[in-house]
Structure formats: C-alpha cells, structure tokens
C-alpha cells in the first residue's frame, strides 16, 4: 500500500469515528429531550365520582308486577325496576316490595334479558314475549318474579338478591340501590351494589363496591330517568 493510499484510509476512518460521535451525541441529546417531554406531561387522574341520586317515579304511578326500564347510572346500563307484591329485605316502598337490577346477563353480557311475573299474571297474550321462554322453565319456578336470559337459558331469583337459580351466568344480578321518600312517595338510585355488572370498566363479578364505582370513570352520569313501562 502506498503512502498516500494509508493517508486517504486514515481520513476516513477518522471521519467515521467523528461520525459515529455525532450520531451518539444527537441520540443522547434526543433521549434527554424526550425524557424532560415526558416529564412535563402529568399523568391524567380520573376522580371516581359519587353514586348519582336519581329519582326515577312515584310510588303512586307503579303497577304491581309490571316492568319498568330506566339508565343507571349511565344511559348504557340497562335497569329494571319491578313491584313484586311480595315484601323483601331490600325492598323499598310502602310495602317493601320494590326492586331494581342491572338487566345486563352475568354470564356472556346478553343485555336482552326479561322479566318473568309469577304464574297467577303469566297472562301470554298480553305478555306475547313468554311464548319465548320454554314451559319448563315456566312450570319450575311458578311463585316467583325471575329474570330470564334467552341467549342460554340462565335464570335470576328477583326476590333472593339476584341469585341465579338456572344456567351458566357466574354470579348473582347486580342490585340497583334505592331509596324511598315516604312524605313525598319518591323513589330514587342511589349506587348500584356488588358484585359487578359484565360491563367494561370494572372486574366481573367483583364483590368490591369501590371497584363497582369504576364504572362511572370517564362517563357522563344520568341525572334524570324516566321509567319506560314495558308491559
Ligand atoms: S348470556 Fe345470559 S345465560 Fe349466557
């Protein structure tokens, strides 16, 4: 090798060292700035809100036995409200008798359930919708107010907190807590109780009533509702 060849190859080598310096430094420099990015950006804490207070009707506008829907506590949880003519330790109202569930299914969040009256009401032409319910299931539970899933057959005791008596649903209904103004004959949501309803948000089933609060994280809150009569 030449003189001048080892010259011209010991330039660029050197060129390369300064290079490979130059890409260094930027890259070091670069990390800084994203690191001091980072930094300056606070991470975003969702407060977990307090349970609405909604009032949802007057005791003097609810039928006995029929089913009413209303949003709790955000317009995409679906709610049933029964008076079921029976007393019942959480019952509300004059006679104890009032109920609310989340209708959302526990086992595959089926939100199409529906509600099933004792036998003496089970009238099929005004209520057509049991004509979808299998006899069976009918004649097995004949006393009862239930809930009733058609995707598999699953199966809640209105009057035992939710209890799943039937099918593959993982855990009981989750309870609408209410309240009831007896001077004004108001009755109001006021929190929803484990475990937890299939819906995102929050773990499935969770006997936690502060994980249950997740579920209003970052939704807007009902602060009115109105039942809907469905029969
Ligand atoms: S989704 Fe309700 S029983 Fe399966």
């Known amino acids: 090798m030449s003189h001048t060849e080892r010259g011209e190859k010991t330039v660029s080598q050197e060129r390369r060292t300064a290079l ?4 260094s430094i930027s890259f070091i420099v ?15 804490v969702l407060e977990i809100p307090e349970w609405p207070r909604v009032r949802l009707a007057n005791i003097n506008g609810i039928k006995l036995r029929t089913w009413y829907l209303f ?18 330790p959480s ?18 969040r089926y ?46 005791d209105l009057e035992k907190d939710g209890e799943v008596l039937a099918g593959p649903p993982f855990c ?21 109780s484990p475990p937890a309803p299939a819906v995102p948000g929050v773990t499935h089933c969770s006997n936690n009533p502060e994980e249950l609060k997740r579920i209003m994280l970052g939704k807007k809150l009902v602060t009115e509702a109105s039942l809907e009569e469905k029969i």
Not at 20 to 23: C, D, G, Q, S
Not at 31 to 44: E, N, R
Not at 91 to 108: E, L, T, W
Not at 111 to 128: A, F, M, N, Q, S
Request: net charge neutral; proline share 9%.
């Open 20 to 23: 490979k310096i130059i890409t």
């Open 111 to 156: 939100y199409g359930t529906i509600y099933i009256p004792p036998k003496e009401v089970r009238d099929p032409e005004k209520l057509t919708y049991l004509k979808t319910v299998p006899p069976n299931i009918l004649e097995l539970y004949p006393d009862k107010n239930l809930l009733y899933c058609p995707a598999h057959a699953g199966i809640y």
């Open 172 to 192: 009981s209904l989750c309870k609408v807590v209410l309240e009831y103004d007896e001077a004004s004959g108001d009755i109001y949501a006021v929190g929803l």
């Open 30 to 44: 670069s990390l800084g700035s994203l690191a001091s990015l980072l930094k300056s950006i606070s991470p975003v």
């Open 91 to 108: 019952g509300v109202g004059p006679d104890r008798d009032i109920i609310a569930y989340v209708m959302i299914c526990q086992h595959a």
């Open 71 to 88: 949003s709790y506590p955000t317009k995409d949880i679906p709610c049933l409200l029964v008076k079921t003519g029976k007393s019942l």
